[in-house]
């Protein structure tokens, strides 16, 4: 009988961050549920930096020296890869926790401004997505995606974290995020039971993107969807 302790687990963590973040306080009312979202997104913002970051210097130290390389300890990467979204999930918990306590009676949503953070953010994934694009169709030799898409990690980052050039309020976000990190949460417990050996690796590696690929579909979805919704007028 094979050893199901890492995959119990991971879904105890997740499941159990989940239960102790997202389920109804006994006073719950619109302030707190806006506090829970708001402070969902900021663990979204917070833990994708520190990921992009640490994944910059775990490119930098691979083109070291071997002697180099194993001054860095097993923990990165196992905080990079196996513990990523579980990290998230518990740094959502300790900061909707913390702005309860301090008993805070508005709540905002802090972005970057439109210029020139979103557009270098756009530039910066177009850019990414035209190079992948161009080696694909003319066969011109390049690593793979997983090794490659350190760089676009950054500007991932920057998009969820700056504004739109048109922002009418935070909710689309919000809830765009929401279901981001649900949806998030079924592919990680997925794959974390279906997938073993190099495969669960590499979806891994997929997974630190796909709650922001998750999100940016469902937010510009319903950017649109709303944009197309007829205006209700009322007559006096």
């Not at 306080?25 to 302030?31: A, C, D, I, R």
């Not at 300790?94 to 309860?100: G, K, N, Q, S």
């Not at 690929?213 to 006096?236: G, N």
Request: proline share 3%; glycine share 2%.
């Amino acid at each position: 009988m094979s050893n199901l302790t890492d995959e119990t687990g991971a879904t105890a963590m997740v499941l159990g961050a989940i239960l102790i973040g997202f389920s109804r306080l006994k006073n719950e009312n619109n302030l707190t549920h806006q506090l829970r979202l708001h402070s969902l997104y900021w663990s979204v913002i917070v833990v994708c930096t520190i990921t992009a970051g640490c994944m910059c210097l775990l490119a930098i130290v691979s083109a070291m020296p071997e002697s180099i390389k194993q001054l860095l300890p097993d923990s990165v990467f196992f905080f990079l890869f196996e513990l990523n979204f579980a990290t998230l999930l518990f740094v959502f918990v300790i900061r909707f926790y913390y702005v309860l306590s301090n008993k805070t009676n508005s709540v905002k949503l802090n972005l970057l401004p439109y210029k020139p953070y979103n557009i270098i953010a756009k530039t910066g994934i177009l850019l990414f997505a035209i190079f992948i694009s161009v080696a694909i169709i003319f066969d011109i030799p390049y690593s793979s995606f997983s090794d490659n898409f350190i760089a676009l990690l950054p500007f991932v980052v920057l998009l969820i974290a700056s504004k739109e050039k048109e922002e009418p309020n935070d909710s689309t976000r919000l809830t765009a995020m929401t279901f981001g990190v649900f949806i998030n949460a079924v592919l990680v417990l997925t794959f974390t039971w279906v997938l073993y050996g190099l495969q669960y690796w590499d979806a891994l590696v997929y997974l630190m993107v796909s709650l922001q690929t998750v999100f940016f579909i469902i937010y510009y979805a319903m950017r649109f969807f709303r944009s197309k919704a007829p205006i209700q007028t009322t007559l006096a």
